[in-house]
């Protein structure tokens, strides 16, 4: 049973490691009084980027050099999507329903955190998958009783 969880509990050190830097990154930044949303922007880029590499190498044990490129455009595409995705959260979360800074940014970070797991593991790391394919074959089962 703990094999069938290793990618994700890698995954999760991994990314305590990336959210460490992203917020370290973030909270530095808005000492400095720079605008939440450049704080946040600049924040992902670290986070992500040490994230790729953790992830590619160790978490999902993806150590083809061959894929890299294949592997980093399809990284590239998610992170575009997080990227934009947390960005947009944020804004939404402290601009328009008034929640405080530091809740918005936890919460648009776990919304990302649940939706790149799902996607890294299934399209990004796995050769001659589809999104759609890889995210097929777990969508039934969020649904199955147990």
């Not at 918005?104 to 999104?131: E, H, Q, W």
Request: proline fraction near 1%; glycine fraction near 4%; aromatic fraction near 20%.
């Amino acid at each position: 049973m703990l094999k069938k969880y290793k990618s994700f509990i890698r995954y999760n050190c991994t990314a305590i490691l990336s959210f460490s830097s992203d917020w370290l990154v973030f909270l530095i930044l808005n000492q400095f009084e720079v605008f939440f949303i450049y704080s946040q922007m600049t924040a992902r880029l670290v986070g992500g980027l040490s994230s790729f590499l953790i992830n590619k190498c160790w978490s999902f044990k993806s150590s083809l050099k061959l894929q890299i490129f294949l592997q980093g455009r399809r990284f590239i595409m998610l992170f575009i999507f997080s990227y934009l995705l947390s960005n947009y959260l944020l804004f939404l979360f402290v601009e328009w329903l008034k929640i405080s800074l530091l809740w918005s940014k936890l919460m648009a970070d776990g919304t990302c955190y649940i939706i790149n797991f799902f996607v890294m593991k299934n399209y990004v790391y796995t050769p001659n998958r589809s999104i759609l394919k890889g995210l097929g074959e777990h969508i039934p089962n969020l649904f199955k009783v147990r």
